[in-house]
């Protein structure tokens, strides 16, 4: 490894899909400069959070660290974490200017560093807007639109205005600003394609012109009854049923997002004004999601399944010639957000610390790993558990016993449960000894003889495991 360390942007949208890319052939949706990135380095199509909402995955990012490992395996706010050597802290302590800029880690308490040198994230954007923005502009949700809902609006201030924009905005002071003399970290994190759902208007009105893909839905899904919500919140169900322009509205302005954030990522990546001949020579850049969105599949809303629309992330790494990387690589090994953290230090010359159980992915990359762990443990506390290889995949409820599997190969949008298949009873069978064994020494106590058992408390911290500070 070169004596020179690169410098490193992991770029973070949050809740964007694994199949909303252009080059993962999306019919209408325009991501031509993440896919730039995917043209000149390496993708990933088995990315998958394993406890598929923000906390869980933004710790597992700082740590290198499965989610069972942690401890967070669901969602739950306000928990301030002792944490292992973070991947900004090791970078830090080994010369590295560290930097957070836009979505916040979800750190607690909020001014909570763990390992960033200095951050700007949502806080300062509110004040921000508060200063520059019209009087009395109503702020980020001025729109009428909230962080849960599946209403839609077009960005009710100017573009410059966006949170999206405000992001690179600040990312280019940054760069044109830092300390020369080393090589830094910068986490560059987006709200989108998280709802609220108001990209800037032309964006809003080009997937409404140009149409949008229907939601998949399975032959097992229910449609819910009118008034059930799942949370008692009727515009932030869990479960919906969108037809019309409410179906239209919502998926063009989660695919505006997308392209929005898409195009603001030119402003960093140009080679005019922003990093330019940098990326060939001397900076990794890493593009991710930290979890996915049903989107209406499957009747649902939000996040927090096991199902490929909600577990399933875009992940990309771009890298300088000299890491060895061929252009336009795809990688279709099981991989997940622990795995970042030990890539990055390898990749940086940096010893990754022993608390680190995520995997480097850098011989993946170069097509040299002749051998991968067989499957990814998918959790989140109040919905599912899951198991999945990208080929296939088994589900389990703990709360009812209920399971499903699907053949990713031949149904990847999980229309088609094979539980009742008698052709699929071995396979089911392989599947669920595996999830027995991955849970059989939990405490909660998931599993008896050698058998799932429902009905166990399932709580967002597995007992023992948090490393939480009692305050």
């Known amino acids: 490894m070169p004596a020179e360390r690169p410098n490193i942007i992991l770029i973070k949208t949050d809740q964007q899909r694994g199949d909303c890319l252009g080059c993962e052939h999306h019919p209408v949706l325009l991501t031509p400069n993440m896919d730039g990135l995917a043209a000149a380095g390496v993708r990933f199509t088995h990315f998958y959070a394993e406890s598929p909402s923000c906390i869980a995955v933004r710790r597992s990012v700082l740590s ?3 989610c069972q490992t942690h401890g967070m395996v669901g969602y739950r706010d306000g928990l301030e974490w002792d944490a292992p050597p973070t991947l900004p802290q090791v970078l830090r302590d080994a010369g590295y200017q560290t930097r957070l800029i836009g979505r916040s880690m979800h750190q607690h308490p909020r001014r909570k560093r763990y390992g960033y040198e200095e951050t700007e994230t949502n806080e300062e954007y509110r004040r921000w807007l508060e200063l520059v923005g019209p009087p ?11 962080h849960n809902d599946y209403t839609a609006h077009p960005w009710p201030l100017d573009e410059h205005l966006h949170f999206t924009n405000w992001t690179v905005q600040r990312a280019l002071s940054f760069l044109e600003h830092r300390d020369p003399s080393c090589p830094y970290f910068l986490t560059l994190g987006f709200i989108a394609p998280h709802p609220p759902l108001q990209p800037p208007k032309p964006y809003f009105e080009r997937y409404l012109r140009s149409g949008v893909p229907e939601p998949a839905i399975g032959d097992w899904a229910e449609p819910p009854e009118f008034g059930e919500t799942g949370g008692g919140d009727h515009v932030a169900p869990n479960r919906v049923q969108l037809t019309g322009e409410a179906l239209l509205s919502v ?3 989660y695919f505006g997002l ?3 954030v898409d195009d603001q990522l030119r402003r960093l990546l140009n080679p005019v004004i922003g990093l330019g001949g940098d990326l060939k020579r001397d900076t990794i850049v ?3 999601s ?3 969105e049903m989107l209406g599949d499957h009747y ?3 996040k927090s399944r096991a199902y490929e629309a909600s577990a399933r992330v875009p992940f990309i790494v771009r890298a300088p010639d000299r890491f060895g990387l061929v252009p336009a690589t795809v990688v279709d090994a099981p991989c997940t957000h622990a795995d970042i953290m030990p890539t990055l230090l390898q990749m940086a010359g940096i010893d990754a610390p022993d608390t680190c159980d995520g995997r480097s992915l850098l011989t993946l990359m170069r097509g040299e790993q002749s051998s991968w762990r067989e499957y990814l443990h998918i959790e989140h ?3 599912h558990m899951g198991l999945t290889d990208g080929r296939e995949k088994y589900i389990w409820d703990p709360r009812d016993g209920s399971e499903q599997f699907f053949d990713l190969r031949e149904d990847p949008h999980e229309c088609r449960d094979l539980v009742p298949d008698s052709d699929s009873a071995d396979r089911l069978e392989l599947w669920r000894m595996r999830l027995i064994d991955e849970l059989h020494d939990r405490p909660e106590g998931f599993v008896e003889k050698k058998a799932l058992v429902t009905g166990r408390p399932w709580s967002a911290v597995i007992p023992g495991r948090g490393n939480l500070i009692e305050r």
């Not at 949700?141 to 909230?146: E, H, L, P, R, S």
């Open 290 to 292: 930290d979890h996915g």
């Open 286 to 288: 890493v593009f991710t």
């Open 381 to 383: 506390a109040g919905k």
């Open 258 to 260: 997308i392209n929005h």
């Open 300 to 302: 649902l809303w939000r």
């Open 251 to 253: 998926r063009a302005a």
């Open 64 to 66: 290198g660290q499965h």
């Open 136 to 146: 009395d502009n109503g702020g980020w949700f001025g729109g009428g639109v909230m």
